[in-house]
């Protein structure tokens, strides 16, 4: 729990300043085993942002971090470290909104908060894997660790709902390798980046409705993968608001299932 509350936030932190970075190089994935912190630039309001790397070399590897950009569809998902008691006003929100979403877990999440996993899969959001214990995975090289991190996550689920966890992976802070890619591809897992992500993951400095709506409202594009932070006392409290803006912008919400079979 430590690590989750304490550490995870420092490092990413580190990344999240990566993340905002106003000049990231664009270019196409190489095939090497070189470290890669995911990263976005933004061109243009309302456009989808550059990553850095593109949706073709990531579709190699069944690896997303934008939808189709010629649809008004939002994809939701929330990376979950630790319970902070602010997800059950977060499944409020979706529920009002009918809005599926997907909930990226640790293995912590699932052995401290089971009822809001539970709940996540009653109402019909998709659990994801973040790993078992949320490390550096482009760090990992060796299959057989990087399979177990990922396996941990999947035997929690599976004994706490009875059912199989969806094959959906998140990069722990956004860092991975092409290898890494491999790897989870050849365990069946798409991996998901984002396209639409803000500083929210602090728990004594949560941003304000204001800074929340600066980043949310004019980065919204078609096809947006968007990362929140169920750990976030303000997106708590703007979820709804925010799912109306997005609605009256002409969005809908899709899930991962649609995302990936599109």
Known sequence: MWLLKHKVPVIIGIFGVLLFSSVLCHRELAVTAAVTDWG???QSQGSAPVGNATSDALAKYDAYYVGNTNDSVIYLTFDAGYESGDTPAILDALKKHNAPACFFVVSNYIETAPELVKRMVDEGHIVGNHTSTHPDMSKISDKAAFEKELKGVEEQFKTLTGKELPKFYRPPQGKFSEENLKQAQELGYKTIFWSLAYVDWYADNQPTHDEAFNKLIPRIHNGA????HSTSSTNAQILDEL????EQMGYRFG??????NA
């Open 40 to 42: 976005l630039s933004f």
């Open 225 to 228: 993968i968007v990362l929140l």
């Open 243 to 246: 799912l109306t803006k997005y």
């Open 255 to 260: 899930s991962l299932d649609e995302l990936v």
